[in-house]
Each structure stands twice: as C-alpha cells, then as structure tokens.
C-alpha cells in the first residue's frame, strides 16, 4: 500500500517537474549564447513572458490528449482542473507581454490595429493571437452563463486553442529575434512538430482508432430517477479493460471525428465478453437523447480513464462509498465487481437523493446486499410517510451516526461522487472528522 | 482540499516563471552579471 502511494506520489512529482522544464525550456534555450544584444530589461522581460506563456499554451494539447500515463498518478479531474488553471495563468503571462511593451512605448498602442497598412504582419499575428486565446478564455470560464451547447463549445475551444497557438508561433517567427541561430530554430520547429503531432493524435489518429473498434448497443433500459442505462458490447473486437470506478468518453449519433463525445463512469463490473453499461442520467442535450439509441446501433468508447477505483487500493481493509444522485453509476461498478470477486470485506454505503423513486440502481444496491458485507444507508429529501431512515442532505451529522470511528491512515478508503456541492460538503466533513485526504477519493466532470 | 492543491502548485509554478524571466531579464539587459 505504501509503495503504490509512495510510487504514485514520485510518478506526480516527475510530471510537475516535465512540466516546468518544457515551460521554462524556451528561456532557457534563449539564454544560450550565442545572445542577440541584450535591450531594456522590461523588453527581454516581456520576451520571457512571452516565450513561456507560448509554451504553456502549446503544452495545454498535451495536458488534454489523454494520455493515460501522464493521468495515472492523478486522476483525470486533477489534469483537467491544472490545465484550467494554468490557462489563466499563461493568459496573465500573455496579456502582460505586449502591456510591457507599450508602457515604455516600445510599441506604440496602434500596433494593435491589425487593419493598418503600417502593422507589420508579426503584429497582426500576434493581436490575432490573443484574440483567438480571449475568446477561448471567456467561452470556458462562461460556457453555462452564456448558454453555449457542450458539443459546440468543444469544437470552438479547440479551433481557439489551436489558432492561439498556430498565430503566436507564426509570430515568434516573423519577430525573428531569439531564434536567431539554427539549433534554437530547431528547437521552435521541435515544439511545433509536437504541437502539430498532438493535434494529429487527437483529432485524426485517436477517432480513426475509435472508429476500427465500434461497439453495438445491446439494451436502453429505463431506471428509476430519470436514468437510462446503455448496455454496449464490442463489434469486432475483445473490448477495453477497466478498473470499477473508473470512465469513458462516448460518442453516439456522430462519427468519432466529429469531436461530440461525453464522459460517463461505467455501471457494470468487467464482463468476460467485453461487454460494459453506463447509466446516464437525463440532465442535458445529449443524455436526453440516450433513450432514442436502438439495439444494434453504433456507439463509440474511448476509456477508460479515470483514478476513482477500489482496485488502487488493494490493501484497505474497508470501504466506503457516498454518492449523490447519479454519482451511484461509480459506485454500483465497484460493488458488483467487489461481489464477483467474492470479497467480504465491511462496506459502507450511503446515498442521498430526492426521495425513494430517484435513487437510480437501488434495486441492485438491495440484491448486493445479500452477496456483499454491505450497510446501505439511504438519505432522502422528501421520505415517504412512515420512513424512519435517514432525512435531509448527507450532512456531518449524518456521517458521524455511520462511518467507522477507526481514524488510521490507510486503512479505510472512502469514495466520494455527486453533485459538486455535495461532494465539497462531504470533503469537508471527512476532513474535520479526521479522515486522512489521501484516503478520500473524488473526481470531479462539471468543470466548464 | 485537492483544488487547493493545485491552486497552491499553479501558483509556485507562476512564482519560478516569474524569477526565471526577471532574471533572465535582468542578466540579458546588463543590469546584472
């Protein structure tokens, strides 16, 4: 147990530091003589703002592309909320780099008209540039406020992110000052390349993979709480291997080069036929649609992803489980492959929801009993008349009448899936309760 | 706790931008070295 956290710690520590050698590697390689003649400090200092902020952004397609490898030690909510992050920060970066330049009027401010006859192209690529990385900019941080579709949003997000980048590359060219001698010409080429080749992996080369290895729906079944579940089998092919807990992205009624693909967690514990099932709640344009997919169609799985998986934890001598809502689809996988597998250990559930008829899967949860060492607390909102169980939200309170006093690290892992507001309050609780973080696990899809 | 985190690595990674640039900066303008 130690090992595997220890290893994964040194795995996430050897990406941050991959990461901030190829941020800083530009200025590095700029510092490399032979120099150009040095200039005003603000100028070289804007340079270096720039030259990293444009490797930042070239290195956001890398953070994206899914690489399961760079993934592992994190989880892919943790990928997705540094890439967030460091977005802003890289358009902080950006944005200073010509402000430097027009306070001590380097540039004059009219260099930002493109339409001028007297704008040198490398200004109008970069004014470009940062147009394209705005935009891209507001359109994350304002998807919902502004009512863009999920599906669109995406494309425009990677036609801004790729003209940001392209456009700002085309102007580290056309300003032709530290890329003065071949070998750092070189290197400008290698991050291009890698740029291009990432572009290529995710939107030609991973789709036509995709499309070699379809799956066909076997069954849409209506659940309880205004869910369906999707049973897919593999068409062609042996089917991916996954750990319960874990995610895939789907893409229905479109071809995978179409770039309309959603995350969903699997619901089913790994089948000897390749076979999976995502239960997927009705909250949106696409999820609405899940229900009109018929036995035979074609549906596309790239997965799986994802760190949320007792099979990381092999050695925790119980588990505990708290789902909100939909949040259960994770947690319903671990239980059933936990059964398959025979295991005996103590487990904890508790599920919250509206009331009784919306707690998707709960007739699994009930049958799990009888094979599982399994408690089941319900919290409902509404109850029944007569409940006596659990009311209200999965409050601290709540938590304390049921989870296990034992506080050793290591020893219980808890999982913890829901709507976001829910799953800060829990993480909240476990920690004031004394539950080691490290011992919470989350993942977090609602981050645009 | 986890966004903490991140925010915490996001901004020690902006820090070691900032120092790496003023002091290429600093050297590249002769102010320093």
Redesign the interface.
């Known amino acids: 147990m130690i090992n595997h956290r220890l290893n994964r710690i040194f795995q996430g520590i050897f990406w941050v530091l991959v990461y901030l050698f190829l941020t800083l590697l530009p200025v590095l390689v700029m510092f490399l003589p032979p120099r150009p003649p040095g200039r005003e400090f603000i100028r070289e200092f804007s340079v270096a703002l720039g030259f990293v902020g444009l490797a930042m952004m070239a290195l956001q397609f890398a953070l994206t592309a899914r690489f399961k490898t760079i993934k592992a030690p994190y989880g892919a909510d943790v990928v997705y909320h540094f890439h967030r992050q460091i977005s802003i920060l890289a358009f902080v970066l950006i944005l200073v780099h010509p402000i430097l330049l027009f306070i001590p009027q380097i540039h004059p401010v009219s260099i930002l008209n493109i339409f001028s006859p007297d704008t040198p192209w490398r200004a109008r690529f970069a004014v470009t540039s940062l147009l394209a990385l705005s935009g891209l900019i507001v359109m994350a941080l304002w998807r919902k406020p502004l009512k863009i579709e999920y599906t669109r949003w995406r494309i425009w997000h990677g036609m801004l992110a790729t003209a940001a980048v392209a456009f700002a590359m085309l102007h580290v060219l056309g300003v032709n000052w530290y890329i003065n001698e071949p070998w750092k010409r070189l290197l400008w080429a290698g991050y291009s390349i890698f740029f291009v080749g990432l572009l290529f992996y995710t939107r030609f080369w991973k789709p036509w993979q995709l499309l070699r290895t379809p799956y066909r729906v076997r069954e849409v079944k209506a659940e309880r709480g205004g869910s369906w579940s999707l049973v897919l089998e593999p068409d062609g092919h042996a089917g991916l291997q996954f750990h319960p807990g874990q995610f895939a992205w789907i893409t229905a009624f479109n071809s995978p080069f179409k770039d309309a693909e959603h995350p969903f967690s699997f619901s089913s514990a790994p089948a000897s036929d390749g076979s999976v099932r995502f239960t997927i709640k009705e909250l949106g344009d696409f999820t609405q649609r899940i229900k009109e997919l018929k036995p035979g169609d074609k549906v596309y799985v790239d997965g799986p992803y994802g760190a949320f998986s007792i099979d990381r934890h092999p050695d925790a001598k119980e588990f505990v489980f708290i789902a909100g809502g939909v949040g259960i689809t994770p947690m319903v996988s671990m239980l059933h492959t936990l059964a398959q597998r025979n295991d005996q250990r103590p487990l904890l559930l508790i599920y919250g929801g509206r009331d009784l008829e919306s707690l998707t899967l709960i007739e699994e949860i009930e049958e799990l009993k009888n094979r599982l060492n399994l408690r089941v607390v319900y919290v409902l909102e509404n109850p029944p008349p007569g409940w006596e169980g659990e009311t209200g939200y999965i409050t601290r309170k709540v938590l304390e009448r049921w989870l296990p006093l034992e506080r050793r690290k290591d020893r219980i892992e808890i999982f913890v899936c829901g709507p976001l507001p829910m799953m800060n309050s829990v993480e909240g609780s476990l920690a004031k309760m004394g539950f080691f973080s490290g011992d919470v696990h989350s993942e977090r899809f609602d981050l645009v | 706790?986890?966004?903490r985190l991140?925010?915490a690595?996001?901004i020690s990674?902006?820090m070691?931008?900032l120092l790496?640039?003023?002091w290429?900066?600093?050297?590249?303008?002769?102010?320093w070295g």
């Open positions: 706790m986890r966004s991140i925010t690595l996001t990674i902006g070691v931008i790496v640039a003023l290429f900066a600093a050297v590249q303008s002769g102010l």
